[in-house]
């Protein structure tokens, strides 16, 4: 069975700094989606950015972009220029490319942005 | 347009009652899911729905039950509840074709005294 794991509970970042949440996982898949998503206290889940799985390229969406290692099986989110509107928890989810539609998440980290 | 809609946002229930949670999906999105988030957790797959037939469950006993009716949008039942099912109930939506990631709308909070 598939794992995500996010060690780290709690970050914070300076505005307009750059911090990196971690995201490891486990899998004997091959082909697969990688996902962060960001629930503030709207508790609304807002897709962040994706990455599939044969793509070797890093995904990017402005402020926020991803390290994907395959072999290490690590999924790290990076956000430059950190806004207020920044914090929330951030979830790593893992989604395999065939069968059922299913989201496998981490336990999130909370992430606050000091003004 | 609209997003996800979830209702009620918030119900509190007592142990061995039945709640019926509903969802609307985004105009023109076919499958429906249904998560479960316990408080300090991330969430945890109850269903998922595609034009009206079950395409999966995750680990949560018979006494969750969903179904998607004929205009896609969904509704999960949980029958004889548990203080153990006190949680935020989440919906997600989403195009069968590729996979551009769930839109989830923002929740129904279930209290079980």
């Known amino acids: 069975a598939q794992t995500v794991t996010q060690s780290q509970p709690e970050m914070s970042v300076q505005e307009a700094e750059t911090v990196t949440l971690s995201c490891t996982y486990d899998?004997?898949?091959?082909?697969?989606?990688l996902f962060w998503y960001k629930q503030p206290p709207s508790r609304q889940m807002i897709l962040v950015i994706r990455q599939e799985a044969y793509k070797q390229q890093n995904a990017t969406e402005n402020r926020f972009s991803v390290n994907f290692q395959k072999a290490a099986k690590s999924f790290s989110l990076k956000i430059s220029d950190s806004q207020l509107g920044d914090a929330a928890m951030y979830f790593c989810a893992y989604r395999s490319w065939a069968g059922t539609y299913k989201y496998i998440f981490g336990t999130g980290t909370r992430l606050k942005v000091l003004a | 347009d609209a997003g996800v809609t979830q209702s009620p946002t918030h119900l509190i229930k007592t142990r061995g009652q039945h709640v019926t949670l509903r969802c609307s999906p985004i105009?023109?999105?076919?499958?429906v899911s249904w998560y479960q988030q316990v408080l300090g957790q991330g969430p945890q797959f109850i269903f998922q729905y595609y034009e009206k037939e079950e395409r999966g469950r995750g680990n949560f006993p018979d006494r969750f039950s969903a179904r998607q009716f004929p205009n896609y949008s969904s509704e999960l039942n949980v029958n004889a509840l548990l203080l153990g099912d006190s949680a935020l109930y989440l919906c997600?939506?989403?195009?069968?074709?590729?996979?551009?990631?769930?839109?989830f709308g923002s929740g129904t909070r279930l209290t079980v005294v």
């Open positions: 105009s023109g999105h076919k499958s």
């Open positions: 899998t004997s898949e091959s082909d697969y989606y």
């Open positions: 997600a939506s989403r195009r069968q074709e590729g996979d551009y990631g769930y839109t």
